[in-house]
């Protein structure tokens, strides 16, 4: 069994900063691209940032400059760095791991539950 569980989420002021983390577990053969998604009320998630296991990063463009993702191959990891937090980014923030069972299989996309950011005064 696979799980993907982010943490690192809470309360900011505006202008913080904030570091969430992801780990993806379990009896893994090999994980790909890791991504962050974020939703916030009444919106359709979209895409924060994304990161593949040779350490391509691919951002969306409102938080590009202001967010950093990395990941740690060896712990199947993956971390979003949040600086200069606004209101606007609020959101549950979601990660997801591209990964296969197992030598040949299929690569499935599995999800974490999310955590809760909020950017407030």
């Known amino acids: 069994q696979v799980q993907v569980v982010e943490s690192g989420g809470g309360l900011v002021q505006p202008g913080g900063s904030l570091q969430l983390s992801c780990a993806a577990s379990?009896?893994?053969?090999?994980?790909?691209?890791m991504g962050w998604y974020r939703q916030a009320p009444g919106k359709q998630r979209e895409l924060v940032a994304s990161?593949?296991?040779?350490?391509?990063?691919n951002y969306s463009d409102v938080v590009k400059g202001r967010f950093t993702i990395s990941r740690d191959n060896t712990k199947n990891t993956v971390y979003l760095q949040m600086n200069s937090l606004k209101p606007e980014d609020t959101a549950i923030y979601y990660c997801?791991?591209?990964?296969?069972?197992?030598?040949?299989?299929?690569?499935?996309?599995?999800w974490g539950q999310g955590t809760q950011v909020t950017v407030s005064s």
């Open positions: 997801n791991a591209d990964l296969a069972l197992r030598i040949g299989a299929r690569i499935g996309t599995y």
């Open positions: 379990g009896n893994i053969f090999k994980v790909y691209t």
């Open positions: 990161i593949t296991s040779g350490g391509n990063t």
